[in-house]
């Protein structure tokens, strides 16, 4: 089934860690994003990528980094986890930026 | 003033019922404008979007876009329990995508 696989479904990590959040599509889509979503502010961009090899800053980015090494892959990085980055992390694709995206089923990531 | 408010609900309604999601918006950039439904602990999980003002609709679903009044709504006939589940709006310029918080919705058996 074509769509976006995000790994792991679940993790808890020790604050001071670091932890990269994997996403996959097999859309051949040209965006891709990462979103945090958190209880009472909604969806946010943390950071997006218009292209394979190019990548830019979305409203939340600090302690957090990205590459767009192909098309298919996305990988979120945070450097050194901290128990504010404790949120549901959702990536997406769509085909030109800014377009309707599909998501995937995201990632619960609990820091300690 | 927010660039989209949603009213996050929670929605009550018997299964049959219309249901009436709304969104307003403050920027007339926004090109064009997005239905997602999300269930809990699931992703957003893209209904409709459409370009214009006016009417598109999909099934029992039916989107409606007013630019004039900058205002969308998502219409959903012959609501069922399986409805329930939260319905974000989101709507683009060139540099974003906006969504709303979303509307939390109870289809009653």
């Known amino acids: 089934i074509a769509g976006i696989t995000q790994a792991p479904t679940s993790q808890i990590l020790a604050a001071g860690r670091r932890m990269t959040l994997r996403c996959t599509q097999d859309?051949?889509?040209?965006?891709m994003y990462w979103y945090r979503q958190d209880l009472g502010l909604g969806l946010r961009l943390i950071h997006y990528?218009?292209?394979?090899?190019?990548?830019g800053k979305g409203e939340v980015p600090d302690g957090y980094s990205v590459s767009r090494a192909n098309t298919d892959d996305f990988p979120l990085t945070l450097a050194s986890a901290v128990p504010s980055q404790t949120s549901v992390y959702f990536c997406?694709?769509?085909?030109?930026?800014?377009?309707?995206?599909?998501f995937g089923q995201g990632t619960r990531l609990t820091v300690v | 003033q927010k660039e989209v408010e949603q009213d996050p609900g929670p929605l009550s309604v018997p299964e049959g019922a219309i249901v009436s999601l709304n969104c307003t918006y403050s920027?007339?950039?926004?090109?064009?404008f997005m239905w997602y439904r999300q269930y809990s602990r699931k992703g957003p999980e893209l209904l409709m979007y459409?370009?214009?003002?006016g009417n598109k609709e999909d099934g029992r679903f039916t989107a409606q876009v007013d630019k004039s009044s900058k205002y969308i709504s998502l219409f959903i006939r012959d609501s069922q329990p399986s409805d329930s589940a939260t319905y974000l709006c989101?709507?683009?310029?060139?540099?974003?995508?906006?969504f709303g918080k979303g509307t939390r919705l109870h289809i009653l058996p």
């Open positions: 997406a694709s769509s085909d030109r930026l800014n377009t309707e995206a599909f």
């Open positions: 990528s218009n292209t394979a090899g190019t990548t």
């Open positions: 920027n007339s950039a926004f090109q064009y």
């Open positions: 859309m051949r889509h040209n965006a």
């Open positions: 459409t370009y214009s003002s």
């Open positions: 989101a709507m683009n310029r060139d540099d974003k995508i906006i």
